[in-house]
């Protein structure tokens, strides 16, 4: 037996994921519907499965579950809750309250994901949503259950030549290892992220960025992430290559990340949190007939 669902499609700097409203359509087992929803030649096609949920706590007004195209959950990802804020806004909400900012308004959603409660503050002109910010929280750089940094020197050392001089550790939720190179393009991504993913280093795996400082205050990043491969975008990996590039001197506290997919900007303020700030699009919408296993 097989079900309909509705789903929509949307994209923030290239990084795309299916998005589903469980109030409406439940899941029961989201792993499978990402890896079957999730092959770009025989399901819809994108990064990963997005589900968006109503909170049951007083601190949220919406859950996010993410889970890659290869079935594992995320725990966060910086473009999926930018485009939920966007999702909200103009289907559930069409007319939330707002507060004045000048010949614009602003308004904040609240989502709880698997590392905490994230604030998505939303610029409106004229009804719309034309940018969507993402309080990111505070970047950690030593977790034992996501870094062994006794193991760091093997993993640095065994890097291909071209500039590069070992890699950063940043956790923005999930693990990232920041690698600055001279040249990007002599970069071998896909073998250097899959290889680098795996490496006994990360307990969990980890998501790799290669970046490359271009200019004052603009990097250029390309990024493995760790059970999709090469992304278009990454957004937890943007905050992790800008607080990189400013915790060594390469760049100032904001700059701009350069991914394939496009710009994401940066702010890692006074206070320790890194705000991310990027374009959400919808690209389109549609319904998919699945299996009753991957629906309760």
Not at 214 to 224: D, F, G, L, Q, S
Not at 227 to 256: D, K, L, N, Y
Request: proline share 4%; glycine share 10%; hydrophobic share 35%.
């Amino acid at each position: 037996m097989t079900k309909t669902i509705h789903f929509t499609k949307m994209q923030g700097a290239g990084n795309d994921y299916i998005y589903v409203d469980t109030s409406l359509y439940p899941i029961a087992n989201p792993q499978k519907a990402a890896i079957e929803w999730s092959d770009r030649h025989k399901g819809i096609g994108a990064d990963g499965l997005v589900l968006i949920g109503r909170s049951e706590t007083a601190e949220a007004d919406y859950t996010m579950r993410i889970f890659n195209a290869d079935g594992s959950e995320a725990r966060m990802c910086g473009n999926a809750a930018r485009c939920i804020g966007k999702y909200i806004y103009t289907k559930t909400h069409p007319n939330p309250p707002c507060l004045g900012r000048g010949n614009y308004q602003e308004t904040e959603i609240r989502l709880l994901t698997l590392s905490g409660v994230k604030t998505l503050i939303l610029k409106i002109v004229d009804g719309k949503v034309e940018k969507v910010t993402v309080d990111m929280g505070e970047p950690v750089f030593e977790d034992e259950s996501l870094f062994n940094s006794a193991k760091e020197k093997s993993l640095t050392t065994s890097l291909p030549s071209g500039g590069i001089e070992g890699g950063f550790f940043v956790s923005m939720g999930n693990p990232h290892y920041v690698i600055f190179v001279d040249d990007i393009n002599a970069i071998d991504v896909a073998k250097e992220g899959e290889r680098l993913e795996h490496h006994e280093a990360f307990p969990e795996r980890c998501n790799i960025e290669f970046a490359e400082v271009t200019a004052p205050n603009i990097i250029r990043t390309r990024v493995w992430e760790r059970g999709s491969g090469i992304t278009m975008a990454c957004g937890t990996g943007a905050c992790a290559t800008a607080v990189a590039a400013a915790r060594t001197g390469r760049c100032g506290r904001e700059c701009s990340i350069l991914m394939d997919g496009g710009q994401l900007d940066i702010e890692w303020q006074a206070d320790n949190h890194v705000m991310l700030s990027g374009p959400a699009e919808f690209v389109f919408e549609g319904e998919i007939l699945l299996s009753e296993e991957c629906i309760s």
